[in-house]
């Protein structure tokens, strides 16, 4: 059969155009194994396909909403780091205008109690000197006085018996002599205008 089927007519052998069209029987058998297959891949296939589309879309629309929440808790940290930062300036500024106050109180309290305490020094020194000026004069009005009497004694040859007579006499000469600076220093001024 193989050398009659060689050697049959050419009539069944589509020629010229008809070589491009299929066989109706080709035709059906063909859309019959698409139908079958195309079944399958929707029925089992396009499922999981979808399955696998729809799980990495997920992912990514995932993706995107952290990288979003991201982005929003990146500028929240900013915002708040930006505040503490503004908080620790203003709170620094506080603290310095705090210590230029305490520093002011200080240095003002410092020199009131310099002041007290110069003024007391001024005070103590003041009647430091008054008290030595009345020693001074004590022991110069006895010095004077015993120089005085000792003088009276040689101008007039004898002894002074009566202390209270020394002592008048000692008293009056003092006094004029208390009295001869102050008339001295008239004397020079009116004889330094002439």
Do not use: H
């Amino acid at each position: 059969m193989s050398v009659g089927a060689a050697v049959m007519p050419a009539a069944s052998t589509p020629e010229g155009i008809f070589l491009f069209i299929p066989q109706l029987a080709d035709l059906v058998w063909g859309t019959v194994c698409f139908v079958i297959i195309a079944v399958v891949l929707i029925k089992y296939a396009l499922p999981r396909f979808n399955a696998v589309l729809d799980e990495r879309t997920r992912r990514i629309e995932e993706g995107l909403a952290l990288a979003d929440k991201a982005k929003g808790d990146q500028k929240d940290a900013e915002l708040k780091a930006a505040r503490l930062v503004e908080d620790a300036r203003l709170e620094a500024a506080r603290i310095r205008e705090n210590a230029q106050v305490e520093a002011k109180a200080i240095i003002a309290e410092a020199r009131q109690a310099a002041s007290g305490e110069a003024s007391r020094a001024m005070e103590a020194a003041e009647r430091q000197i008054r008290a030595d000026k009345q020693a001074a004069q004590i022991s110069l009005r006895s010095d004077v006085g015993l120089l005085a009497s000792e003088l009276a004694e040689r101008i007039i040859g004898a002894q002074l018996a009566d202390t209270e007579l020394s002592a008048r006499v000692i008293d009056r000469f003092l006094d004029e002599l208390e009295q001869a600076p102050a008339e001295a220093v008239t004397v020079r001024s009116a004889r330094g205008r002439g």
